[in-house]
């Protein structure tokens, strides 16, 4: 994004903001005891999700990770929905029955968020197929991380897509790390020689670098859209937090967590913004405005209803009638 004016490198710099300010407090709210269940952030990789999110159209579509809020704020949820799932009120995308690791929203594209690792491939796989089928140039994504490379179901995905051309994206966010183990110690081979044992063409990128991504995954999805098969996009980026909020990280080394800062993919563009004339004064009326939203999202939420237990059977079971 070379030629980006002022106003795109505003938009990039605010989806950033939007989900790093939105995960900021999702950690704070998990600690106070309004978020239930396990919540796992992504905070450190917002430049690969936003990136996404300004490539992708509407009828895209999106299969997601347990490490999913930034895809799923990329690809257009609306924030206050967003909280109002997170905290489990009624009023939430997924009726609050999903929260943090199964967020939804069908109508925008976004098939969900997964808890299983690599479970998100398959099903965009089958999206991609359905694309296909209905004779539609929409492309689907798979998230994943680089924890899923020793999963069986990424190398089947792999073979479908690559045997069927399938408008599929494989999008690997690699952050070093499968879930508490160092990614080496999964899997043997690096994501390009796999992607090579299915003739799928692939690409290594620095993740933290908002604009690279963006044209690395603009280029692809073009290819894509013209009838080209898959493609995989590698990500190198870096996970600021433990595998699950209030993980104590005693396995990572205590040099690798004091140094992350110095990979912040938020900072690096702020520095981009500067030497290409955004003032500072853009930059924080962004900042103030994602905040406040943000803020308006958690009282949203704060006020919204509480799941009515008589519906927890809805969607489960159906009533039967006695002849």
């Known amino acids: 994004m070379a030629s980006a004016n002022k106003e795109q490198l505003l938009d990039a710099y605010r989806r950033m903001l939007r989900i790093r300010l939105a995960e900021l407090r999702l950690g704070r709210l998990f600690a106070d005891g309004e978020v239930p269940g396990f919540i796992h952030l992504s905070i450190g990789q917002e430049a690969v999700a936003a990136a996404m999110g300004m490539v992708l159209r509407p009828d895209d579509t999106v299969a997601s990770t347990h490490r999913g809020h930034g895809h799923a704020l990329a690809k257009g949820i609306d924030i206050e929905e967003f909280f109002l799932e997170l905290m489990a009120r009624d009023e939430g995308i997924c009726k609050g029955r999903g929260g943090s690791m199964h967020v939804a929203n069908m109508s925008i594209g976004m098939l969900g968020a997964n808890a299983i690792v690599g479970a998100s491939i398959p099903i965009a ?50 952050n070093g790390w499968a879930e508490f183990s160092p990614t080496h110690k999964q899997f043997v081979a690096p994501l390009e020689k796999l992607s090579a044992a299915f003739s799928i063409p692939h690409e290594k990128i620095d993740g933290n670098d908002v604009l690279r991504v963006a ?12 009838g080209n098969g898959p493609r995989v996009l590698e990500c190198i980026t870096h996970r600021w937090r433990g595998h699950y909020e209030g993980d104590p990280q005693k396995y990572r080394p205590s040099e690798e967590i004091e140094g992350l800062g110095e990979h912040d993919p938020v900072a690096r563009f702020e520095a981009v913004l500067d030497k290409r004339g955004v003032a500072k004064s853009q930059r924080q009326q962004a900042y103030e405005e994602v905040q406040a939203q943000v803020e308006r999202a958690v009282e949203r939420a704060r006020q919204g209803r509480s799941p009515v237990w008589q519906a927890a059977r809805d969607d489960v079971y159906t009533t039967t009638e006695a002849n």
Do not use: T, Y
């Not at 044209?215 to 859209?225: E, G, L, P």
């Open 125 to 174: 796989l089958g999206s991609a197929l359905a694309h296909q089928v209905r004779k539609k140039d929409a492309v689907a994504v798979a998230f994943f991380g680089d924890g899923a490379m020793a999963e069986g179901v990424l190398h089947e995905s792999l073979n479908l897509a690559s045997l069927w051309r399938l408008p599929l994206l494989f999008l690997c966010e690699n």
């Open 215 to 226: 044209d690395a995954a603009r280029a692809a999805v073009q290819s894509i859209r013209a």
